[in-house]
């Protein structure tokens, strides 16, 4: 069965201040994708980033990163210089690229706030 | 990028009443849309999953007549709760495929409350 765990419910981090969101995976797919979605208070989920399982380089999208560390089957999102607007929640999916029905297995999401 | 438009982004109803939600993919063609449900300060929870021209998949514990899914184009699917009732009070969001790209973009969600 496919999970994905966020460990960190939530995170205050210091305006400027690089930040490091957790996220493991459990798979038995070889081939797979890792999503990063950002969700303001607003509601809306925002895709941030994506890394396919046979990338061999991190993605990299902005200010945003994703540490992907196959062997150890984590994909931690890494915001540089962090902003007032990027307090949020933050949700880590994956699906299995064989899986026909494109369906996201989601994370518990990180509650992340910035403090000036 | 991908746009996806939700409609309407909130809705206060009487208990018994119907409410119609549309998603649209805005400037691709979406074969697959899916419909979330998300309780406060929880993650997303898949509902169903809507392929343009066919029945939706439905999601263990979700039922079918309850919660209506029409993907009648490549561009609309619309989620209809039937006969609402105050437990179906919820933030809805639904989200569309835009192959060959992996990922699903989200609409801005309906907040539903049942009076």
């Known amino acids: ?116 | 990028g991908a746009v996806v438009s939700q409609h309407p982004s909130w809705v206060i109803c009487k208990s018994g009443t119907s409410v119609k939600i549309e998603c649209r993919s805005l400037d691709f063609q979406a074969t697959t849309m899916f419909w979330y449900r998300q309780f406060p300060k929880q993650s997303l929870m898949l509902m169903a999953t809507s392929n343009e021209g066919s029945k939706a998949t439905y999601e263990q514990g979700v039922e079918k007549d309850k919660f209506l899914i029409n993907h009648a184009s490549l561009t609309l699917s619309t989620l209809t709760v039937t006969s609402a009732h105050p437990e179906d009070s919820s933030f809805y969001i639904c989200s569309a495929r835009d192959p060959p790209d992996e990922t699903q973009y989200f609409g801005p969600g309906t907040r539903l409350l049942v009076l």
């Open chain 1, 1 to 116: 069965a496919q999970k994905i765990t966020q460990t960190q419910p939530g995170m205050f981090v210091q305006e400027k201040e690089a930040v490091t969101l957790d996220c493991t995976y459990d798979t038995s797919d070889q081939s797979y994708g890792l999503f990063w979605y950002k969700q303001p208070s607003s509601g809306e989920m925002i895709f941030l980033i994506y890394q396919g399982s046979y990338d061999e380089q991190n993605a990299t999208e902005g200010r945003y990163s994703l540490n992907f560390q196959k062997a150890r089957k984590s994909a931690n999102l890494v915001i540089s210089a962090s902003q007032l607007g990027d307090s949020a929640m933050y949700f880590c999916a994956m699906r299995g690229l064989m899986d026909s029905n494109y369906q996201l297995i989601w994370g518990a999401g990180t509650k992340l706030i910035i403090k000036p």
